[in-house]
């Protein structure tokens, strides 16, 4: 038998680690919305891994209540995710799953391209993936912030732009590339000041376009978008940072920019 693992948050993405985790023999402890962490600490408290499942808007409230004795032992696996986003919790080195698939209620999971991982657990985040025919590669934990940064800008480039072209990502991409690179180039900016230091922008943009070959016909746009620009937007206030192609994008989509 392996070492437990503890979820907290039982969504969509939840389930399919769920079921990775339990093929390849880890005990699983759910976190309900309802369920206290001291009631968590005295179901399992001891886990290998507290994988932290919630949505990027829950995380902080997440990561603020989680006990001291699993700050050791968190993974994550969240969009719009950076280092900044777990230092700030206390929590120096996670496990971090940089998730390149889709799972939509009363849907079978959708693989773009294989999901890189990083840190102390990743060995075993990325067998039990691959026991769920997901594709999944254990990478260096410095290679991580180049794996995050080009989900991003994917992400990123492709809600946002897609408030305005809608259609598919290869359409976003492939008919309206100058406006893309626009998008693309103050996200980049906007991660340049998120990450601290300026990112690799050839390995992010090559990164987006694998993930756009890789599932040509992706929508661009879903709720999250104007969440995302409006994050985005948040930023670069924050930051100091110009970015003319957000705001006007905000402003079309009826936003406060």
């Known amino acids: 038998m392996h070492n437990s693992i503890t979820l907290v948050g039982v969504g969509e993405m939840a389930a399919v680690f769920s079921h990775a985790l339990l093929r390849t023999g880890h005990p699983i402890t759910p976190v309900l919305r309802s369920t206290t962490m001291a009631t968590a600490v005295e179901l399992d408290p001891d886990p290998s891994l507290v994988l932290v499942t919630v ?42 799953a940089v998730v390149w698939f889709e799972k939509k209620p009363g849907r079978a999971t959708r693989v773009i391209i294989p999901t890189p991982v990083a840190g102390p657990q990743a060995e075993s985040l990325a067998e039990a993936l691959l026991a769920i025919d997901i594709p999944a590669v254990h990478i260096s934990d410095e290679a991580l912030v180049d794996e ?69 016909e992706h929508g661009t746009t879903g709720r999250s978008a104007p969440r995302r620009l409006e994050r985005a937007i948040g930023h670069a206030r924050e930051a100091g940072i110009t970015v003319p192609v957000l705001a006007e994008i905000g402003r079309e989509a009826g936003l406060v920019v």
């Open 148 to 216: 995050l940064v080009a989900k991003n800008l994917y992400i990123l480039t492709a809600n946002i732009g897609g408030l305005r072209t809608g259609g598919t990502v290869a359409e976003l991409w492939n008919d309206h590339r100058d406006f893309a690179t626009a998008v693309a180039s103050e996200v980049l900016d906007i991660q340049d000041w998120l990450v601290g230091r300026p990112v690799d922008r050839e390995s992010a943009t090559n990164g987006m376009v694998a993930a756009i070959n890789g599932d040509p």
């Open 55 to 96: 949505g990027e808007d829950d995380l902080d409230p997440a990561l603020v209540a989680l006990p001291d004795p699993w700050r050791s032992r968190v993974g994550l696996i969240q969009n719009e995710l950076l280092p900044r986003d777990w230092e700030r919790h206390r929590i120096e080195h996670p496990t971090v």
